[in-house]
């Protein structure tokens, strides 16, 4: 385990000084960059495999759930350029307030506290035009999924076909709500990522994996390949449509 592993797994046997010590570093950390050392690279990976499965420009369009600073959402944005794809539309979720209330299975491990990873609408923003993001390109969906996500806000993004989904948010309640608003816009070949896989390590049936099997589930019609792994707990599937009888 690295030394920022070691010392959080120290503090959060006491929550009132892991929740100190979590703002205090990335309170005092002001550099623009992921959280996940691996997660930018699995972006980058994800839209090389969607242009490849696609064979073309048109690969749909990417939603990224859980910015923080917007890093990854500026991965995403450099990496469709570069390939060309100028018909994907950019779709950023994000409380700009940190997670919601820590509830049920996802207070398992107490590695999650409400408010956690908070950066401003206005920062990210700022951070994302200071790296060359056209910001009338991209669109950001400010507020708690469990408000914002409903149908009217399908009809006015206009939310398309998913191409890559970035589920970056945590908990298996913002992964669980997300995934069921994406109903209908996962389909064949959608690259989906998900960058807290192995988060709780207390076993499957917790986070990200507990989400997924129960939208898996929901939609029978979808087989989720998985693509790979990467740092620190992620998780890179490809949904394919399945043959059924
Ligand atoms: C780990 S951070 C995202 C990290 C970022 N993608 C990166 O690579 O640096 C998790 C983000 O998810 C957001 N989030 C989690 N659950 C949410 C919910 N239910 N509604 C809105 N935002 C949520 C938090 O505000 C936070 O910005």
């Known amino acids: 385990m690295r030394i920022k592993g070691k010392i959080e797994s120290v503090l959060r046997r006491c929550p009132p000084l892991f929740r100190l010590g979590s703002r205090i570093y990335h309170g005092l950390n002001p550099g623009f960059k992921s959280l996940s050392p691996g997660a930018p690279g699995a972006v980058q990976k994800a839209f090389a495999l969607a242009k490849e499965m696609h064979q073309g420009d048109c690969i749909g369009d990417y939603y990224e759930f859980g910015l923080y600073k917007g890093y990854t959402f500026y991965i995403a944005y450099q990496a469709a350029r570069k390939l060309g794809l100028k018909k994907t539309r950019f779709y950023g979720f994000d409380s700009f307030q940190g997670l919601p209330q820590v509830e049920d299975v996802d207070k398992t ?42 149908q009217q806000l399908k009809e006015d993004l206009p939310a398309g076909r998913a191409g ?28 989906v990522i998900f960058d807290d896989w192995y988060s709780f390590t207390e076993g499957e049936e917790l986070g990200q994996q507990r989400a997924l099997k129960e939208f898996a589930s929901q939609n029978p019609h979808l087989a989720f390949e998985p693509v790979t792994e990467f740092e620190r707990n992620g998780k890179m599937f490809v949904a394919r449509k399945k043959d059924l009888p």
């Not at 009338?136 to 507020?143: E, F, M, Y």
């Open 109 to 150: 491990g107490g590695r999650f506290f409400e408010g956690q990873f908070a950066c401003s609408r206005k920062q990210v923003e700022k951070q994302l035009r200071a790296h060359g993001v056209d910001l009338d390109r991209v669109k950001l969906i400010q507020g708690f999924y469990e408000q914002t996500l409903d």
């Open 164 to 191: 890559v989904v970035l589920l970056d948010c945590d908990l298996y309640s913002s992964t669980s709500t997300a995934l069921h608003w994406l109903q209908g816009l996962i389909a064949d070949k959608t690259v």
